[in-house]
C-alpha cells in the first residue's frame, strides 16, 4: 500500500481557533528556523549538521559495499534517509541528557560523537569495535556519550529509556532521556505500559517514533488502527504528544527541543512522532525488499524528501556555505569512512578467551554471586 506523507504539526496541545465570518482560515506554515532553538544557531553550527548527516551516510555507504562483498556479515539496517532524526536529536543534548533506539543505531551512535573506527569495526566483528565485537550492528553502546545503545527486541528499549529518565529524576538531575522506537514498536505491549508509567511517576523521558511508514515488510496502514497519528495513543495515558517533520532539521530540532525542555524542566513525559523515510529493505538481508512498495515512491522521497539535500539547499539559501564547501566536507566524509573500513578490516578478531567476558559483571568482577553462579537467589 502506498505511503501518504503524514501532517506535519497537531497536538493535543494546539488549540484550532474557528474562523468567524471567512470561509476558510488562512494558515501559513509556520518559519521554524526563527524557532528559539534554531534563531542563534552560528553558521559553523548549522555546517556541523550537514557534516555529520553526511558522515552518518558516507559511513552506511562504505558498510553496505563490504557487506554486498560478503567481507561483511551478520546484520545490517541501514538508517539511510533518516540522518536528520539523528542528527537534530544529538544537537539538542545538554550533557544530562541520556538516549536510547533500536537495531537502527548506526546515525544515533555517530551523531552523539562515537568514532566511525569504533563502530566499523563493530560491523566487521572486530575486537577493536565499540562492543568488542560480539554485539554487531545493533549493538551500538557509549554510555560516556551517555548512549545506551542499540537494542535488537523490537520496543525492548522503551522500558529501559524509562528507567534512565527514573535515574535522571531520582538523582535530582535537569536532564531527560530519550527513547526512539519505530513505528511498528509503537504496538508493542511493553510501550502500553510505560506510557502509563511515565505519567503516574512523572518521568522525564521523550518517546520519539520514527515513523518510517514500514515496520520490516508491512506497511503503517497494514500495522495499526490509526485515526490521526501513532502518538495519540498517548492521550489514553495522560502524556502528551505531537508531531512533526523529520525531513527539515529546523523542524525537527523546533519541536523536539521544546518537549525536551519540558521533560527537564516539569517533569512531563512527551510522545512525538516523526515522520521519515528509509531508501532501503529492512535490512540489507531484506529478501522482500521490493515487495511491499514501490519503486516510485522511493524515488519521491530521495527527490523531495531527502533531508541531506534539503538541508544542504537550506544553507546554500542561506549563504551559510558554498557548493565547493559542500563538496569538500563530503569527500572528507568519504574518506573517513574508507579509512574506518579499512581500520575495521585490518583490526584483529576477538580472543577466543574473551568469549565468555562482558556478559556478566559478577563473573568478569568475580563477585561472590559470580563464583556461586547464584545471580538471583540466595539460596
Ligand atoms: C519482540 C520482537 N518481535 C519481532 C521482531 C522482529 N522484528 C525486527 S524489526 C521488526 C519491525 C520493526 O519496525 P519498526 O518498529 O517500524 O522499526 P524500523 O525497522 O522501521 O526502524 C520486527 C517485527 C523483534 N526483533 N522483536
Ligand atoms: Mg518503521
Known amino acids: ?33 526563527k524557532s528559539p532553538f534554531n534563531v542563534s544557531l552560528k553558521p559553523e553550527e548549522k555546517i556541523a549538521f550537514l557534516r555529520e548527516m553526511l558522515r ?14 560478503g567481507i561483511m556479515g551478520g546484520f545490517l539496517h541501514l538508517y539511510i534517509g533518516q540522518e536528520s532524526v539523528a542528527v537534530g536529536t544529538a544537537s539538542l543534548m545538554n550533557g544530562h541528557d541520556e538516549i ?14 562515537m568514532g566511525m573506527n569504533e563502530c566499523m569495526a563493530e560491523l566487521f566483528g572486530k575486537g577493536t569495535g565499540c562492543s568488542k565485537g560480539k554485539g554487531g550492528s545493533m549493538h551500538f553502546f557509549a554510555p560516556d556519550k551517555h548512549y545506551w545503545g542499540g537494542h535488537g527486541i523490537v520496543a525492548g528499549q522503551t522500558p529501559l529509556g524509562l528507567g534512565l529518565a527514573f535515574a535522571i529524576k531520582y538523582k535530582g538531575i535537569k536532564g531527560c532521556a530519550v527513547a526512539f522506537l519505530g513505528d511498528g514498536a509503537v504496538n508493542q505491549g511493553v510501550f502500553s505500559e510505560c506510557l502509563n508509567m511515565a505519567a503516574l511517576m512523572e ?13 520490516m515488510g508491512t506497511s503503517l496502514e497494514r500495522s495499526s488502527a490509526i485515526r490521526h497519528s501513532l502518538a495519540s495513543r498517548a492521550e489514553g495515558f ?30 512531563r513525559p512527551h510522545v512525538l512522532e516523526v515522520s521519515t523515510y528509509r531508501y532501503y529493505g529492512h535490512s540489507v538481508a ?10 516510485e515512491e522511493i524515488e519521491l522521497y530521495k527527490t523531495e524528501h531527502d533531508p541531506i539535500t534539503l538541508w544542504q539547499n537550506q544553507l546554500l539559501a542561506e549563504k ?27 583490526s584483529p578478531w576477538p580472543s577466543e578467551e574473551s568469549i565468555f567476558e ?22
Open 1 to 33: 500500500m502506498a505511503r501518504t506523507l503524514s501532517q506535519p504539526l497537531k497536538s493535543n496541545k494546539t488549540t484550532v481557533k474557528k474562523a468567524v465570518g471567512s470561509a476558510v482560515p488562512k494558515v501559513s506554515a509556520p518559519d521554524f528556523s
Open 286 to 295: 531484506d529478501a522482500n525488499a521490493k515487495k511491499y512498495r514501490s519503486p
Open 56 to 69: 552518518i551516510r558516507r559511513f552506511e555507504q562504505q558498510a553496505l559495499k563490504y557487506y554486498n562483498q
Open 203 to 215: 518521568l522525564p523521558v521523550v518517546f520519539v517514533i520514527e515513523n518510517n511508514g514500514y515496520s
Open 100 to 113: 536510547i533506539t533500536a537495531y537502527r543505531d548506526h546515525g544515533h551512535a555517530l551523531a552523539v560523537g
Open 358 to 379: 562482558d556478559i556478566y559483571h559478577e563473573v568478569d568482577h568475580q563477585t561472590e554471586s559470580g563464583r556461586t553462579g547464584r545471580h538471583f537467589f540466595s539460596e
Open 320 to 346: 551559510v556555505i558554498t557548493q565547493e564547501e559542500v563538496d569538500k566536507i563530503d569527500a572528507e566524509a568519504k574518506a573517513e569512512a574508507a579509512s574506518a573500513a579499512e581500520f575495521g578490516i585490518n
Open 238 to 267: 495522560d502524556v502528551d504528544w505531537s508531531l512533526c517533520s523529520g525531513f527539515d532539521l529546523y523542524e525537527l530540532r523546533a519541536s523536539l527541543g521544546d518537549v525536551m525542555d519540558k521533560a527537564r524542566t516539569q517533569c
